[in-house]
Nanobody, 124 residues
């Protein structure tokens, strides 16, 4: 399984940004994808998850209402839209695949594969 992330970069406060997570080589019928972010010196924190059908989603309180997760099942691609970017959104963003049949999790240790991470920089 290979995860390819794209879409990070430098944005100004108030702008929008879309992060992309493409999962290659996944043959399971069911899986979940989670988006995490990591601030310098901190552990990864879960911010949003979606199941393989794109039916169920979950958001952390810190991003609820400003972030939107979506997926295209046919291409195993998941998107994370960040609306009205804030300075506190500056972090490295990771997507991960959870092969288990558990619910949508924000526990990083429960994820089996990770993307390379993408930096989001917020500057005015």
């Amino acid at each position: 399984v290979q995860i390819v992330q794209s879409g990070g970069g430098s944005v100004q406060p108030g702008e929008s940004l879309t992060l992309t997570c493409e999962v290659l080589g996944l043959t399971l019928e069911h899986w979940n994808i989670g988006w995490f972010r990591r601030y310098p010196g901190k552990e990864r924190e879960g911010i949003s998850c979606i199941d393989s059908l794109g039916v169920h989603t979950r958001y952390s309180d810190s991003v609820k209402g400003r972030f939107t997760i979506s997926s295209v099942s046919a291409t195993n691609t998941v998107y994370l839209q960040i609306h009205s970017v804030k300075p506190e959104d500056m972090a490295v963003y990771y997507c991960g695949v959870d092969e288990g049949w558990r619910g949508l999790s924000f526990v990083a240790a429960e994820y089996n594969y990770w993307g390379q991470g993408t930096q989001v920089t917020v500057s005015s």
